[in-house]
Nanobody
Framework: QVQLVESGGGLVQAGDSLSLSCAAS????????IGWFRQAPGKEHEFIAA????????YYADSMEGRFTISRDNAKNTVDLQMNSLGPEDTAVYSC????????????????????????WGQGTQVTVSS
């Protein structure tokens, strides 16, 4: 089992930046990658970015790359998501998730990454961007 706890969400204004953190505990050595997703009301989980645990390869959704940056600290078992130039369309619940089945081993540039690639999920943290 892997437990994930997100932090850093809140209310910001359009144009602001915000950094989210995902703290992992439990059998973290069994994880292959950690990803960030977001879900707006009435919508499906939307992939943002992921990072592999061992070699730090990063993957981004095309629409997110440039404004969002994912990073990992294996010593602290944390994965951060830096978000810049936020707009009201970024309002959502942001969740991190862990791949413990090795689905990320088959990822390459351009591979569609889905919520189903991940096994364990955090509870999420709300990000609200006012205009």
């Amino acid at each position: 089992q892997v437990q994930l706890v997100e932090s850093g969400g809140g209310l910001v204004q359009a144009g602001d930046s915000l950094s989210l953190s995902c703290a992992a505990s439990g059998r973290t050595s069994s994880t292959y990658a950690i990803g960030w997703f977001r879900q707006a009301p009435g919508k499906e989980h939307e992939f943002i970015a992921a990072v592999t645990r061992i070699d730090g390869r990063t993957y981004y959704a095309d629409s997110m790359e440039g404004r969002f940056t994912i990073s990992r600290d294996n010593a602290k078992n944390t994965v951060d998501l830096q978000m810049n130039s936020l707009g009201p369309e970024d309002t959502a619940v942001y969740s991190c998730a862990a791949d413990s089945l090795g689905r990320s081993l088959g990822w390459t540039r351009g591979t569609p990454i889905h919520a189903s690639d991940f096994t364990f999920w955090g509870q999420g943290t709300q990000v609200t961007v006012s205009s």
